[in-house]
């Protein structure tokens, strides 16, 4: 059954979803067109694109395979979008990837595989999907960055200096194309459960004692970060560029009231 409302002003727009043939991705792409956008899912591996594209109320897009670290793929893949759906209206930036490890002797190879994935591949499908936008006078681009832009995650080095490389991208973009039209803004997921970090979640304890630590008392799922991502891509943002926001279930304002203290004492 659709669970559209047109409350987002998306009917009929087109979408290109990097990354959409799994988790926040997928989530991303079947809400856009729950809203009645035209989804273009990419992802490197085909057959999650195409499970995502069946997902997406009444079909409504295409699932392409690219490889986002290829310029030339992504070209490929803008080239038959905008022959199938049309001018894009809307790009968001999903694609990532995490490979752990501590600095002092992460391979090199892991480090460039994770900066070409998450960040390059950000500026580079913006260049590619946001020419046209530029020449029309409008579109928006969201990023989905990370907590770990400004926080660190002890072993994921790699990942956390990608992402915050993503948001220092979405507000470069946001001052050099704001003039042409076209806004460019960030999403930041805190602890959202998906395929890629299912292990560390099915471990036993760990998803109880990563509920305990968020205000809301769960982790967040890809619907969660779908929503925020709707806003920024409809018109309803239409005067919000350069900005970024959190969907964490308020886990980075609870740092201090994890630290061991005293119970407090007096009237409350």
Known sequence: MSSRTDGYGLDG????????????????????AAEGARVAVLDRNEAGANETLAMLDGGSGIALACDVTDRSSIEAAANAITARLGEVDVLVNNAGVIRAGALADLPIEDWNLVIAVNLTACL???????????????????????????????????????????SMLSRQLAVEWGPKGVRSNAVLPGLIYTPMVKAMYDTPGVSERRAAAVPLRRVGQPADVAEAVLFLASPRSSYVNGAEILVDGGFTNNVMSLIPRPAPSGPR
């Open 13 to 32: 727009r087109v979408c290109v979803v990097t990354g959409g043939g799994s988790g926040i991705g997928q989530g991303i792409a079947v809400a856009l």
């Open 124 to 166: 580079v499908c913006s260049q590619v999907f946001g020419a046209p936008m530029r020449e029309r006078g409008e579109g928006a681009l969201v990023h989905i960055s990370s907590i770990s832009a400004d926080y660190v995650t002890p072993f994921t080095g790699a990942y956390d200096v990608s992402k915050a490389g993503v």
